[in-house]
């Protein structure tokens, strides 16, 4: 036997319960049924279901703690997922959205002729995560990482407008102060040319109006907004669901009313289709 062989021989087979494979088998554990339906485990359970020594078990849940991947309850002691583990799998996700949403936010600016842009809810502001910018000299500027007001953005409105009454209430209590603020004028309205610092009047200066707005979204598909935001500036947006059918993110298609204000229904309709379409290839249902 040669001395390569030989040194393979010897050495020792590569095992599938390494340090981190550990870690994740338990992790697997406190994601289990049991686990969410007696919101969480003690140490001596998942130990027994683990079939591993408790104080080893206990060290390893306490690092996990540390990084925020699990929560432990001060007063029943159980251990559950944390919370930075669900903000680790939003970011995988929302990334992957980024990816793939290219081609989709391509056509919609194609047919529009106007920058489109992909965006997700952050409390009570919207986050432009991607940006497709259109070709005509007077244009949208990449809104890329720039968080505004939800209430006056289409997309904002649209991104709440699957949830339930209680969630909306809350939602709007937390964030109405901000309805009737009035925003600087943002380059997009000054280099287009159009109107002055300022906005409209916010549409939505009730809870009703709120409610009336989601239904009438919920109604066409599509989210309108007629300078809101900014004088001179109008858009659409509408939604783009995940597996489960929950609104995720939304297209939206903003540009200077004088150019494209006759289009607005037409570019909903299509910002619509092409969001579905984009929806699907995420794992949404058809249906």
């Known amino acids: 036997m040669s001395d390569s062989n030989a040194s393979a021989a010897t050495r020792p087979a590569r095992r599938n319960s390494s ?13 289990s049924p049991e686990s969410v339906a007696a919101s969480g485990l003690g140490v001596s359970k998942v130990a027994e279901i683990a079939g591993r ?18 929560d432990r309850d001060p007063d029943s002691l159980l251990y559950s997922l944390g ?11 929302e990334a992957r959205m980024v990816s793939a949403s290219t081609p989709f936010l391509k056509r919609v600016s194609a047919a529009t002729h106007e ?4 965006c997700v809810l952050r409390g009570g502001t919207v986050l432009t995560l991607k940006s497709e910018m259109s070709n005509h ?6 809104w890329e990482g720039v968080s505004v007001d939800a209430w006056g953005t289409s997309s904002g409105r649209v991104l709440v407008s699957d949830w ?35 906005h409209r009047p916010n549409k ?8 009336a707005e989601i239904s009438l979204i919920r109604r066409r598909g599509y989210a309108v907004v007629d300078e809101e935001f900014e004088l001179g500036v109008v858009g659409v947006s509408a939604p783009v669901y995940d597996f489960k059918k929950r609104i995720v993110a939304a297209f939206n298609v903003s540009a200077p009313k004088q150019r494209f204000g006759r289009h607005l229904e037409q570019a909903g ?19």
Request: proline share 3%; glycine share 8%; hydrophobic share 45%.
């Open 115 to 118: 920058t489109t842009h992909l």
């Open 164 to 198: 339930d009454a209680t969630a909306l209430r809350d939602w709007y209590d937390t964030n109405a102060a901000k309805a009737s603020e009035l925003q600087d004028l943002s380059p997009l309205a000054l280099e287009a040319g159009q109107g002055q610092p300022g």
């Open 137 to 142: 000299t007077y244009r949208a500027l990449g």
């Open 269 to 287: 309709a299509l910002a619509a289709k092409v969001a579905m379409e984009f929806s699907v290839s995420l794992g949404a249902p058809v249906a």
């Open 53 to 70: 020594d408790k104080a080893q078990v206990s060290r390893t849940l306490a690092t996990l703690a540390e990084a925020g991947l699990v």
């Open 204 to 211: 939505i200066q009730s809870f009703e109006d709120l409610c």
């Open 19 to 31: 340090g981190l494979r550990r870690d994740l088998e338990l992790l697997e554990i406190l994601g």
């Open 83 to 93: 919370y930075g583990l669900y903000a680790l799998a939003a970011r995988t996700a």
